[in-house]
Each structure stands twice: as C-alpha cells, then as structure tokens.
C-alpha cells in the first residue's frame, strides 16, 4: 500500500470515529462566530477562561443582538425568547 494511500486510510478512519467528516462554516455561522467574538471583546471576556456566568452572559448577548440583526437585514419578525430566562 502506497503511503499516500495509508495515510487517507488514516483519515478515513478518524473521521469515522468523530462521526463523519466535516464541513466547512457556512457565511452566516462565520458572521455569528464574528459576532460572538465581538461581543466578548466589548466585555472585556475571554471565553476560554470565563466563568459560568460570564459565558452565559455573552451567550445571551450575541443571540438576542444576532436576531435584532437579522430582523433588521431581513424585515422578518423572529420569535425570540427574552433574554436571561433560560
């Protein structure tokens, strides 16, 4: 077996056991992940390194704000849950 081969068996094999391959962002998850990454600098968070608490608030704030947004970019009401009600 050539090692080329060997080594998509390799891959192959990972993927089949994190449960498939994946695929890549779309735009509109890139722009959510913006956003999100935005909201926890206007903050002052590092995610990696928040609380619980810290990391629900920024939660919350990138979801509410994305759904403003869309509303606004589309003019379709999106039913939204209030925000801090979990």
């Known amino acids: 077996m050539s090692t080329e081969l060997e080594k998509q068996y390799q891959i192959d094999i990972l993927a089949e056991q994190a449960g498939g391959y994946f695929a890549a962002p779309s735009e509109a998850e890139l722009e959510y992940t913006d956003l999100f990454f935005s909201v926890c600098k206007q ?3 590092r995610y990696y390194s ?16 994305w759904a403003h947004q869309h509303e606004q970019a589309t003019g379709t009401k999106v039913p939204l849950r209030p925000a801090f009600t979990g």
């Open 43 to 45: 903050f002052g968070i």
């Open 50 to 65: 928040a609380t619980p608490k810290e990391r629900y608030f920024v939660e919350e704030v990138t979801r509410v704000t």
